[in-house]
């Protein structure tokens, strides 16, 4: 066995035995021992220690787009993310874990979702990680492709379209603002963030694993398609005379927000149905898009409850 899981083990059993020696006269006044790590016997761990390693080439490999794109595959970063994913039944393939996030305790994983990991030097896993602080727990995952049919299953169906979005934090917020508020999925135009960028996976903390999200679309080509199946289009756009307070949302509509700093291509401010504007006091020239997806995205899940009542 491994140095570094022996002495993981051995440190495990030390602590489960420890209790012997408590004064039982003062146990009320003892403090609790400290979190055990949560080794199973069914939970096998491998270790890895050399920089040659392919699990941690194929790793570094998903910080870039082409990387991802070639493999199919993108990294997970943090436990609570690597648990989301496998709850959302994604295809996990590796799960990987610094030695000290092992050593400090592993999470109770379900032993019929987690039954392999591997652990690396912290100074390995800093290497494999995309943060500066690095959380100590990374998964890799096949990803999942959609198409608009996946989209439109739901009755009155709603989509956030995206229209050459560059900030990964901003894809991250809005696609959190999608899942939370009920849209149907996401359209991302092509020149878009990726939405598999680790920035993007962490800032969307998950919601990307529960919403049907379709990549590299053509604008012109998916508006027509909306049109003909009865969606109306609609660009919140701070330079609308409409507000959005007055748009009828009861029906199948697609909200389109624009790239951060050029706003909307020609040819999107063309072909929508209508433009909406959210208003503003202050003088306030126009909020950021993210805050701009998540108040009609609240909107339109305001209307929707209104008239169920």
Known sequence: MCSLLASILFDHKRRSTSTKNLDLANLDRAPP??????????????????????L???????????????????????????????????????????????????????????????????????????????????AIARMREFTLEDCLKKENPVLMVCDSIQDPGNLGTMMRSALAFGASGMLLSKGCVDCFNPKVVRGGMGASFGLP?????????????????????????????????????????????????????????????????????????????SISAAITMFEWARQRKTARQ
Do not use: C, W
């Open 33 to 54: 021992n400290p979190p055990e790590p949560m080794i199973s016997r069914h939970l096998q761990l491998n270790e890895i220690t050399s920089p040659a390693n392919h």
């Open 213 to 289: 999200i379709v990549r590299d679309v053509e604008i012109a080509e998916v508006f027509e398609d909306l049109h003909t199946r009865g969606f109306v289009t609609v660009l919140v756009d701070p330079r609308a005379e409409k507000s959005i307070f007055e748009l009828n949302m009861m029906q199948p509509i697609a909200f389109v927000f624009g790239n951060e700093g050029h706003g909307f291509k020609e040819s999107t401010a063309e072909n929508v149905k209508e433009k909406v504007l959210i208003p503003m006091e202050n003088d306030t020239e126009s909020l950021n898009v």
């Open 56 to 138: 941690l080439k194929q790793g570094k490999a998903l910080h870039d787009r082409p990387g991802r794109e070639k493999s199919k595959l993108f990294l997970i970063e943090g436990a609570k993310l690597v648990m989301e994913a496998i709850d959302r039944k994604l295809e996990v393939l590796d799960i990987v874990v610094s030695e000290t996030f092992v050593k400090q305790g592993l999470p109770n994983f379900d032993q019929q979702k987690v039954k392999y990991l591997h652990v690396m030097p912290d100074k390995l896993f800093a290497e494999l990680s995309t943060t500066t602080t690095p959380t100590g727990m990374a």
